[in-house]
DNA sequence: ACCTGAACACCGTTCAAGT
DNA sequence: ACCTGAACACCGTTCAAGT
Protein backbone atom coordinates (compact mmCIF):
# COMPACT_ATOMS: atom_id res chain seq x y z
CA UNK A 1 0.00 0.00 0.00
CA UNK A 2 1.94 3.38 -1.27
CA UNK A 3 1.80 6.28 0.80
CA UNK A 4 -0.32 8.86 -1.43
CA UNK A 5 1.47 12.19 -1.37
CA UNK A 6 0.09 14.72 0.63
CA UNK A 7 -1.74 17.33 -1.55
CA UNK A 8 -0.36 20.39 -2.09
CA UNK A 9 -1.56 22.64 0.96
CA UNK A 10 -3.69 25.33 -1.88
CA UNK A 11 -4.80 21.99 -3.30
CA UNK A 12 -6.16 20.86 0.17
CA UNK A 13 -7.93 24.05 0.97
CA UNK A 14 -9.48 23.46 -2.00
CA UNK A 15 -10.60 19.92 -1.56
CA UNK A 16 -11.73 20.54 2.17
CA UNK A 17 -13.84 23.34 1.21
CA UNK A 18 -15.90 22.32 -1.86
CA UNK A 19 -16.65 19.35 0.61
CA UNK A 20 -18.18 21.66 3.01
CA UNK A 21 -19.88 23.44 0.27
CA UNK A 22 -21.24 20.33 -1.59
CA UNK A 23 -22.77 18.86 1.70
CA UNK A 24 -25.07 21.78 2.22
CA UNK A 25 -25.63 22.15 -1.50
CA UNK A 26 -27.22 18.99 -1.47
CA UNK A 27 -28.39 19.05 1.45
CA UNK A 28 -30.22 22.02 0.37
CA UNK A 29 -31.00 21.35 -3.18
CA UNK A 30 -30.67 17.51 -3.22
CA UNK A 31 -28.92 15.24 -5.17
CA UNK A 32 -28.79 17.52 -8.57
CA UNK A 33 -27.54 20.35 -7.02
CA UNK A 34 -25.49 22.92 -9.71
CA UNK A 35 -22.25 21.69 -9.34
CA UNK A 36 -21.30 25.38 -11.04
CA UNK A 37 -22.65 26.61 -8.34
CA UNK A 38 -21.17 24.48 -5.77
CA UNK A 39 -17.79 25.51 -7.27
CA UNK A 40 -18.51 29.38 -7.19
CA UNK A 41 -19.20 28.98 -3.88
CA UNK A 42 -16.05 27.20 -2.54
CA UNK A 43 -14.57 29.84 -4.80
CA UNK A 44 -12.63 27.79 -6.91
CA UNK A 45 -12.74 27.05 -10.69
CA UNK A 46 -15.20 24.58 -12.50
CA UNK A 47 -12.49 22.48 -13.34
CA UNK A 48 -10.90 22.33 -10.46
CA UNK A 49 -14.18 20.69 -8.73
CA UNK A 50 -13.54 17.87 -11.47
CA UNK A 51 -10.53 17.67 -11.26
CA UNK A 52 -11.27 16.23 -7.32
CA UNK A 53 -14.42 14.68 -8.44
CA UNK A 54 -14.64 13.61 -11.42
CA UNK A 55 -18.42 12.22 -11.53
CA UNK A 56 -21.16 14.34 -9.08
CA UNK A 57 -21.27 10.56 -7.37
CA UNK A 58 -17.93 11.19 -6.25
CA UNK A 59 -18.67 14.20 -4.73
CA UNK A 60 -21.86 13.17 -3.21
CA UNK A 61 -19.89 10.31 -2.14
CA UNK A 62 -16.79 12.04 -0.53
CA UNK A 63 -19.35 14.96 1.02
CA UNK A 64 -21.32 12.48 2.94
CA UNK A 65 -19.19 9.45 3.76
CA UNK A 66 -18.20 11.07 7.35
CA UNK A 67 -22.31 11.16 8.20
CA UNK A 68 -22.61 7.17 6.38
CA UNK A 69 -20.08 6.19 8.70
CA UNK A 70 -22.19 7.82 12.09
CA UNK A 71 -25.09 6.17 10.78
CA UNK A 72 -22.99 2.56 10.42
CA UNK A 73 -21.84 3.23 13.90
CA UNK A 74 -25.59 4.23 15.43
CA UNK A 75 -26.38 0.38 14.46
CA UNK A 76 -23.73 -0.45 17.52
CA UNK A 77 -25.31 2.20 19.85
CA UNK A 78 -28.45 0.89 19.18
CA UNK A 79 -27.33 -3.20 19.48
CA UNK A 80 -26.06 -1.95 22.77
CA UNK A 81 -29.14 -0.80 24.17
CA UNK A 82 -32.07 -2.92 22.38
CA UNK A 83 -33.22 -6.67 22.10
CA UNK A 84 -32.14 -7.66 18.57
CA UNK A 85 -35.49 -6.97 16.89
CA UNK A 86 -35.71 -3.88 18.40
CA UNK A 87 -32.36 -2.59 17.91
CA UNK A 88 -32.85 -3.11 14.03
CA UNK A 89 -36.14 -1.51 14.11
CA UNK A 90 -35.00 1.58 15.62
CA UNK A 91 -31.91 2.03 13.06
CA UNK A 92 -33.65 1.89 10.06
CA UNK A 93 -35.71 4.39 11.89
CA UNK A 94 -33.24 6.24 12.41
CA UNK A 95 -32.04 5.45 8.65
CA UNK A 96 -35.17 6.44 6.90
CA UNK A 97 -35.17 9.78 8.79
CA UNK A 98 -31.64 10.47 7.60
CA UNK A 99 -32.54 9.98 4.35
CA UNK A 100 -35.49 12.20 4.01
CA UNK A 101 -34.11 15.00 5.96
CA UNK A 102 -30.56 15.18 4.56
CA UNK A 103 -31.92 15.73 0.80
CA UNK A 104 -29.09 14.28 -1.08
CA UNK A 105 -28.60 11.49 1.30
CA UNK A 106 -31.19 9.24 0.16
CA UNK A 107 -30.18 9.46 -3.57
CA UNK A 108 -26.66 8.09 -1.63
CA UNK A 109 -27.95 5.54 0.13
CA UNK A 110 -29.91 4.12 -2.87
CA UNK A 111 -27.28 3.81 -4.86
CA UNK A 112 -25.41 2.41 -2.45
CA UNK A 113 -27.72 -0.84 -2.20
CA UNK A 114 -27.81 -0.93 -5.80
CA UNK A 115 -27.53 -4.13 -7.63
CA UNK A 116 -24.71 -3.86 -10.35
CA UNK A 117 -24.42 -0.25 -9.18
CA UNK A 118 -21.23 1.72 -11.23
CA UNK A 119 -18.19 0.96 -9.46
CA UNK A 120 -18.12 -2.19 -8.04
CA UNK A 121 -18.67 -1.47 -3.97
CA UNK A 122 -18.43 2.06 -2.72
CA UNK A 123 -17.01 2.73 1.25
CA UNK A 124 -20.61 3.59 1.87
CA UNK A 125 -22.50 0.47 0.57
CA UNK A 126 -20.00 -0.98 2.61
CA UNK A 127 -20.25 0.51 6.12
CA UNK A 128 -24.00 0.62 5.70
CA UNK A 129 -24.49 -3.25 4.27
CA UNK A 130 -21.96 -4.39 7.40
CA UNK A 131 -23.39 -2.56 9.22
CA UNK A 132 -26.81 -4.15 8.61
CA UNK A 133 -25.63 -7.62 8.68
CA UNK A 134 -24.71 -7.15 12.15
CA UNK A 135 -28.22 -6.61 13.10
CA UNK A 136 -29.86 -8.64 10.54
CA UNK A 137 -28.16 -11.78 11.76
CA UNK A 138 -28.71 -10.69 15.69
CA UNK A 139 -32.16 -10.53 15.11
CA UNK A 140 -32.42 -13.95 12.96
CA UNK A 141 -30.76 -15.81 16.04
CA UNK A 142 -33.40 -14.09 18.24
CA UNK A 143 -36.03 -15.12 16.14
CA UNK A 144 -37.59 -12.08 15.60
CA UNK A 145 -36.64 -11.64 11.68
CA UNK A 146 -37.23 -14.18 8.71
CA UNK A 147 -34.04 -15.50 7.94
CA UNK A 148 -34.50 -15.45 4.08
CA UNK A 149 -34.02 -12.11 4.07
CA UNK A 150 -30.84 -10.43 3.31
CA UNK A 151 -29.12 -7.60 4.95
CA UNK A 152 -28.90 -6.16 1.73
CA UNK A 153 -32.60 -6.31 1.46
CA UNK A 154 -33.29 -4.77 4.07
CA UNK A 155 -31.69 -1.83 3.43
CA UNK A 156 -33.69 -1.60 -0.05
CA UNK A 157 -36.86 -1.94 1.15
CA UNK A 158 -36.22 0.66 4.11
CA UNK A 159 -35.42 3.03 1.51
CA UNK A 160 -38.97 2.05 0.06
CA UNK A 161 -40.44 2.93 3.44
CA UNK A 162 -38.54 6.27 3.34
CA UNK A 163 -39.94 7.07 -0.07
CA UNK A 164 -43.36 6.22 1.09
CA UNK A 165 -42.91 8.40 3.68
CA UNK A 166 -41.58 11.30 1.73
CA UNK A 167 -45.02 10.83 -1.07
CA UNK A 168 -46.86 10.64 2.98
CA UNK A 169 -46.09 14.43 3.57
CA UNK A 170 -42.47 15.32 2.55
CA UNK A 171 -41.32 14.83 6.21
CA UNK A 172 -40.93 11.99 7.96
CA UNK A 173 -44.08 11.79 10.14
CA UNK A 174 -45.24 8.74 8.97
CA UNK A 175 -42.06 6.68 8.49
CA UNK A 176 -42.69 4.56 12.16
CA UNK A 177 -46.39 3.87 10.78
CA UNK A 178 -44.70 2.40 7.70
CA UNK A 179 -41.90 0.81 8.82
CA UNK A 180 -43.83 -1.10 11.20
CA UNK A 181 -46.63 -2.37 8.51
CA UNK A 182 -43.30 -3.39 6.86
CA UNK A 183 -42.41 -5.22 10.00
CA UNK A 184 -45.74 -7.04 10.90
CA UNK A 185 -47.29 -6.92 7.11
CA UNK A 186 -50.37 -5.70 5.57
CA UNK A 187 -52.67 -8.95 6.56
CA UNK A 188 -54.43 -8.94 10.06
CA UNK A 189 -53.19 -10.81 13.01
CA UNK A 190 -49.37 -9.55 12.92
CA UNK A 191 -47.51 -8.68 15.98
CA UNK A 192 -48.66 -5.39 17.21
CA UNK B 1 -69.97 23.10 -17.83
CA UNK B 2 -69.68 24.89 -21.42
CA UNK B 3 -68.24 22.86 -24.44
CA UNK B 4 -64.78 23.64 -25.04
CA UNK B 5 -64.01 25.01 -28.46
CA UNK B 6 -62.54 22.68 -31.05
CA UNK B 7 -58.83 23.64 -31.57
CA UNK B 8 -57.78 24.88 -35.12
CA UNK B 9 -56.78 21.63 -37.00
CA UNK B 10 -53.09 22.62 -36.86
CA UNK B 11 -53.37 22.93 -33.00
CA UNK B 12 -55.06 19.74 -32.74
CA UNK B 13 -52.26 18.38 -34.83
CA UNK B 14 -49.50 19.42 -33.10
CA UNK B 15 -50.91 18.58 -29.66
CA UNK B 16 -51.95 14.53 -30.55
CA UNK B 17 -47.93 14.64 -32.13
CA UNK B 18 -46.43 15.77 -28.99
CA UNK B 19 -48.32 14.00 -26.54
CA UNK B 20 -47.35 10.44 -28.90
CA UNK B 21 -43.90 11.72 -28.52
CA UNK B 22 -43.45 13.23 -25.03
CA UNK B 23 -44.86 9.14 -24.46
CA UNK B 24 -41.86 8.08 -25.96
CA UNK B 25 -39.13 10.26 -24.35
CA UNK B 26 -40.72 9.66 -20.93
CA UNK B 27 -41.10 6.11 -21.09
CA UNK B 28 -37.24 5.99 -23.00
CA UNK B 29 -35.57 8.86 -20.62
CA UNK B 30 -37.31 9.34 -17.60
CA UNK B 31 -39.34 11.93 -16.06
CA UNK B 32 -36.07 14.03 -16.84
CA UNK B 33 -36.18 13.71 -20.44
CA UNK B 34 -35.45 17.13 -22.84
CA UNK B 35 -38.69 19.10 -23.80
CA UNK B 36 -37.00 20.32 -26.01
CA UNK B 37 -35.96 17.29 -27.36
CA UNK B 38 -39.70 16.55 -27.73
CA UNK B 39 -40.60 19.29 -29.42
CA UNK B 40 -38.24 18.94 -31.70
CA UNK B 41 -39.14 15.42 -32.52
CA UNK B 42 -42.70 16.13 -32.92
CA UNK B 43 -41.36 18.99 -35.45
CA UNK B 44 -42.94 21.94 -33.91
CA UNK B 45 -41.29 25.07 -31.84
CA UNK B 46 -40.59 24.95 -28.59
CA UNK B 47 -43.12 27.84 -28.19
CA UNK B 48 -46.00 25.64 -29.10
CA UNK B 49 -45.25 22.79 -26.46
CA UNK B 50 -44.88 25.36 -23.64
CA UNK B 51 -48.87 26.76 -25.25
CA UNK B 52 -50.08 23.37 -24.76
CA UNK B 53 -48.53 21.99 -21.59
CA UNK B 54 -47.41 25.10 -19.38
CA UNK B 55 -45.19 22.47 -16.93
CA UNK B 56 -43.39 19.57 -17.49
CA UNK B 57 -45.55 17.57 -15.04
CA UNK B 58 -48.59 18.86 -17.18
CA UNK B 59 -46.88 16.94 -20.52
CA UNK B 60 -46.26 14.03 -18.18
CA UNK B 61 -49.57 13.42 -17.26
CA UNK B 62 -51.74 14.33 -20.24
CA UNK B 63 -49.21 11.56 -21.94
CA UNK B 64 -49.81 8.68 -19.77
CA UNK B 65 -53.46 9.62 -18.67
CA UNK B 66 -54.65 6.69 -21.05
CA UNK B 67 -51.80 4.07 -19.72
CA UNK B 68 -52.92 5.40 -15.97
CA UNK B 69 -56.95 4.48 -16.94
CA UNK B 70 -56.18 1.30 -18.39
CA UNK B 71 -54.23 0.36 -15.40
CA UNK B 72 -57.28 1.35 -13.06
CA UNK B 73 -59.62 -0.42 -15.61
CA UNK B 74 -57.02 -3.70 -14.73
CA UNK B 75 -58.43 -3.23 -11.33
CA UNK B 76 -61.54 -4.34 -11.66
CA UNK B 77 -60.40 -7.17 -14.08
CA UNK B 78 -59.03 -8.83 -11.39
CA UNK B 79 -61.23 -8.55 -8.65
CA UNK B 80 -63.57 -10.44 -10.74
CA UNK B 81 -61.16 -13.24 -11.23
CA UNK B 82 -59.80 -13.67 -8.10
CA UNK B 83 -61.07 -13.16 -4.01
CA UNK B 84 -60.08 -9.78 -2.90
CA UNK B 85 -57.12 -10.41 -0.90
CA UNK B 86 -55.07 -12.00 -3.93
CA UNK B 87 -56.88 -9.27 -6.57
CA UNK B 88 -55.36 -6.52 -4.50
CA UNK B 89 -51.76 -8.46 -4.79
CA UNK B 90 -52.03 -9.22 -8.42
CA UNK B 91 -53.04 -5.70 -9.01
CA UNK B 92 -50.33 -4.23 -6.58
CA UNK B 93 -47.69 -6.17 -9.12
CA UNK B 94 -48.80 -4.77 -11.89
CA UNK B 95 -48.87 -1.49 -11.35
CA UNK B 96 -45.30 -2.24 -9.88
CA UNK B 97 -44.25 -3.52 -12.71
CA UNK B 98 -45.87 -0.73 -15.25
CA UNK B 99 -44.09 1.58 -13.15
CA UNK B 100 -40.54 0.30 -12.96
CA UNK B 101 -40.81 -0.62 -17.18
CA UNK B 102 -42.13 2.57 -18.35
CA UNK B 103 -39.69 4.85 -16.96
CA UNK B 104 -41.43 8.28 -16.63
CA UNK B 105 -44.83 6.45 -15.31
CA UNK B 106 -43.22 5.57 -11.57
CA UNK B 107 -42.42 9.10 -11.02
CA UNK B 108 -45.85 10.48 -12.21
CA UNK B 109 -47.67 7.59 -9.92
CA UNK B 110 -45.70 9.10 -7.46
CA UNK B 111 -46.78 12.43 -7.74
CA UNK B 112 -50.56 10.83 -7.77
CA UNK B 113 -50.08 9.73 -4.10
CA UNK B 114 -48.23 12.87 -2.69
CA UNK B 115 -49.77 14.45 -0.30
CA UNK B 116 -50.73 18.24 -1.24
CA UNK B 117 -48.75 17.55 -3.93
CA UNK B 118 -49.02 20.59 -6.39
CA UNK B 119 -52.48 21.31 -7.62
CA UNK B 120 -55.17 19.82 -5.91
CA UNK B 121 -56.34 16.29 -6.85
CA UNK B 122 -54.76 15.13 -10.77
CA UNK B 123 -56.66 13.05 -13.18
CA UNK B 124 -54.41 10.34 -12.80
CA UNK B 125 -54.65 10.28 -8.68
CA UNK B 126 -57.90 10.11 -8.46
CA UNK B 127 -58.38 7.01 -11.07
CA UNK B 128 -55.41 5.16 -9.04
CA UNK B 129 -57.34 6.05 -5.73
CA UNK B 130 -60.18 4.97 -7.03
CA UNK B 131 -59.54 1.46 -8.36
CA UNK B 132 -57.60 0.77 -5.13
CA UNK B 133 -60.25 2.01 -2.84
CA UNK B 134 -62.27 -0.45 -4.30
CA UNK B 135 -59.66 -3.35 -3.78
CA UNK B 136 -58.55 -2.34 -0.37
CA UNK B 137 -62.14 -2.01 0.39
CA UNK B 138 -63.07 -5.68 -0.40
CA UNK B 139 -60.13 -7.28 1.08
CA UNK B 140 -60.69 -5.49 4.29
CA UNK B 141 -64.20 -6.50 4.23
CA UNK B 142 -63.09 -10.38 3.37
CA UNK B 143 -60.26 -10.02 6.42
CA UNK B 144 -57.17 -10.29 4.34
CA UNK B 145 -55.83 -6.94 4.72
CA UNK B 146 -55.49 -4.91 7.76
CA UNK B 147 -58.62 -2.43 8.72
CA UNK B 148 -56.67 0.30 9.35
CA UNK B 149 -54.59 1.37 6.32
CA UNK B 150 -55.77 3.63 3.60
CA UNK B 151 -55.84 3.15 -0.02
CA UNK B 152 -53.38 5.64 -0.89
CA UNK B 153 -51.15 4.65 2.22
CA UNK B 154 -51.10 1.01 0.23
CA UNK B 155 -50.47 2.73 -3.32
CA UNK B 156 -47.70 4.58 -1.35
CA UNK B 157 -46.13 1.68 -0.13
CA UNK B 158 -46.29 0.21 -3.30
CA UNK B 159 -44.78 2.40 -4.83
CA UNK B 160 -41.72 2.23 -2.37
CA UNK B 161 -42.17 -1.60 -3.01
CA UNK B 162 -41.26 -0.66 -7.27
CA UNK B 163 -38.51 1.72 -5.66
CA UNK B 164 -37.05 -1.45 -3.58
CA UNK B 165 -37.09 -3.62 -6.82
CA UNK B 166 -35.77 -1.39 -8.94
CA UNK B 167 -32.65 -1.42 -6.57
CA UNK B 168 -32.22 -4.93 -6.40
CA UNK B 169 -31.72 -5.33 -10.22
CA UNK B 170 -32.76 -2.77 -12.33
CA UNK B 171 -35.93 -4.50 -13.31
CA UNK B 172 -38.67 -6.05 -11.75
CA UNK B 173 -37.82 -9.57 -10.99
CA UNK B 174 -37.88 -8.92 -6.63
CA UNK B 175 -41.86 -6.89 -7.29
CA UNK B 176 -43.75 -10.36 -6.26
CA UNK B 177 -40.97 -11.16 -3.54
CA UNK B 178 -40.76 -7.67 -2.08
CA UNK B 179 -44.75 -7.16 -2.18
CA UNK B 180 -45.14 -10.23 -0.54
CA UNK B 181 -42.64 -9.37 2.10
CA UNK B 182 -44.90 -6.30 2.60
CA UNK B 183 -48.39 -8.39 2.89
CA UNK B 184 -46.91 -10.79 5.47
CA UNK B 185 -44.40 -9.23 7.13
CA UNK B 186 -40.74 -9.25 7.64
CA UNK B 187 -41.20 -11.24 11.18
CA UNK B 188 -41.37 -14.56 11.33
CA UNK B 189 -44.76 -16.08 11.53
CA UNK B 190 -46.14 -14.47 8.63
CA UNK B 191 -48.73 -16.24 6.44
CA UNK B 192 -47.13 -17.72 3.57
C1' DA C 1 -55.71 31.98 -32.78
C1' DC C 2 -51.83 29.73 -33.14
C1' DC C 3 -46.98 28.91 -34.45
C1' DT C 4 -42.01 29.87 -34.92
C1' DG C 5 -37.52 30.42 -33.52
C1' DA C 6 -34.33 33.77 -31.72
C1' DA C 7 -32.91 35.33 -27.26
C1' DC C 8 -31.64 34.91 -22.59
C1' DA C 9 -30.16 32.55 -18.51
C1' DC C 10 -28.31 28.55 -16.77
C1' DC C 11 -25.67 24.24 -16.35
C1' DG C 12 -22.07 20.42 -17.28
C1' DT C 13 -17.68 19.46 -19.10
C1' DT C 14 -13.26 20.17 -21.31
C1' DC C 15 -8.90 22.20 -21.97
C1' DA C 16 -5.37 25.78 -23.16
C1' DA C 17 -3.09 29.04 -20.63
C1' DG C 18 -1.30 30.39 -16.47
C1' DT C 19 1.41 30.10 -11.68
C1' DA D 1 1.37 20.08 -9.79
C1' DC D 2 -2.44 22.50 -9.55
C1' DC D 3 -5.70 26.22 -10.70
C1' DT D 4 -8.44 29.33 -13.64
C1' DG D 5 -11.98 30.62 -16.56
C1' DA D 6 -13.19 30.89 -21.37
C1' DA D 7 -15.34 27.95 -24.66
C1' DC D 8 -18.63 24.71 -26.27
C1' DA D 9 -22.82 22.12 -26.19
C1' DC D 10 -27.11 21.69 -24.18
C1' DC D 11 -31.48 22.78 -21.91
C1' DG D 12 -35.69 25.52 -20.09
C1' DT D 13 -38.46 29.43 -20.78
C1' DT D 14 -40.17 33.68 -22.74
C1' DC D 15 -41.80 36.62 -26.24
C1' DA D 16 -41.77 39.55 -30.52
C1' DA D 17 -42.75 38.65 -35.03
C1' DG D 18 -45.18 36.15 -38.25
C1' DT D 19 -49.46 33.63 -40.65
Redesign the interface.
Known amino acids: MPQVRPMRADARRNYERLLEVAAEAFAEHGENASLDDIAKRAGVGSGTLYRHFPTRQALLEAAYVDRIEAMAARADEFAAQLPP?AALVEWLGAVCAGAIQVRGLKALL?SA????GSVADTACGTHMKDAARRLVEAAQRE?????D?EPV??L??A??????SE????QGRQIRR?LS????????G??A
Open positions: GGVTDGGSLRGVEVRLHGVASALADGYLLMDGLRPGQ
